[in-house]
């Protein structure tokens, strides 16, 4: 049996724009500090390279506007550009123009950069929750064909749990738009995350294999995994914060390029759409919208 095409992705941000910040790092502080982004992909773009693995790079317009030229070179390698918003703010805290100018402005900066249409999008800190649902119609408005910003979990910053765990399409009054969730296996009656970020590092790298070997084989479903550039970066600068959160950002940083190298050895990766496409899902919604953009 061919095995499954999972979907491979970048949150591009820096290690400052992280939520868990939010209350100790100003965004009006962000230009001052040591940026390590540009560094940190491109270690990705090599490691990504050596197993010939595209991805999807769900890239911060902050950072597009300010690096112009990693967005343009990581288009000409071949990987997919997405949007991850323009300021990094969680969008229940938005209203919803507030919400539009962010994605109008991540969106227009990221096209003027790769010079291609961004299809993609992925909230920060998947905050695409019940009471933010909303914000799938402004996504619909502004041009986006899918959203990969729901978590089928429960979290203290983000999920909705009864949500489904395979892509699919959703229905809004302003049209529909391809769901692309975060990955996660169902055991005992509840969804646990097995694909990316915090998950893999903080968890023995069983886990993950585990998880995505099942889901692959068990559901017959492709895994959408996820990292951030800031995640390969152990001697980044270390911000004040509780211990709960200084745990969960710096711990494993050590261990996730070795992690990954080994994840991209053992199971196939490439961009969301070309996941999607290589199971035969949602491609007429995701051509359809893409002719009518043009």
């Not at 992909?41 to 300010?66: I, M, N, P, S």
């Not at 069983?206 to 492709?222: F, K, M, S, Y």
Request: aromatic share 10%; proline share 5%.
């Amino acid at each position: 049996m061919t095995p499954i095409v999972n979907a491979m992705t970048v949150d591009v941000e820096d290690y400052f724009h992280a939520s868990a910040f939010d209350r100790v790092v100003s965004r009006t502080s962000w230009p001052e500090r040591e940026s390590r982004v540009v560094a940190n992909t491109h270690r990705l773009l090599e490691l990504f390279d050596a197993h010939q693995v595209k991805g999807t790079f769900f890239v911060l317009g902050w950072v597009a506007e300010r690096c112009p030229a990693l967005v343009r070179e990581i288009a000409s390698l071949g990987h997919e550009i997405a949007s991850h918003g323009f300021d990094h703010q969680l969008i229940y805290t938005l209203t919803r123009e507030q919400f539009r100018d962010d994605v109008h402005r991540a969106k227009a900066v990221l096209e003027q950069s790769a010079g291609c249409a961004v299809q993609g999008y992925r909230a920060p800190s998947f905050s695409i929750v019940r009471e933010s649902l909303w914000a799938l119609d402004v996504l619909i408005e502004e041009g986006h064909t899918y959203d990969a910003s729901v978590f089928p979990i429960h979290h203290d910053r983000y999920g909705i749990p009864d949500s489904s765990r395979r892509a699919h399409v959703i229905e809004r009054p302003s049209g529909s738009i391809v769901e692309v969730p975060g990955s996660t296996v169902r055991l005992g009656g509840a969804n646990w995350p097995v694909a990316g970020g915090g998950y893999f590092r903080l968890l023995p790298y069983q886990w993950t294999q585990w998880g995505i070997a099942r889901i692959n084989a068990v559901d017959e479903e492709p895994v959408v995994f996820y990292i951030h550039p800031w995640e390969i970066d152990p001697d980044q600068p270390r911000l004040p914060a509780s211990r709960l959160t200084r745990w969960r950002h710096y711990h494993g940083l050590d261990q996730t390029a070795a992690r990954l190298d080994q994840l991209m050895t053992d199971f196939r990766f490439d961009t969301v759409t070309a996941s999607l496409a290589a199971r035969g899902t949602f491609v007429a919604p995701v051509e359809a919208r893409l002719a009518h953009a043009k």
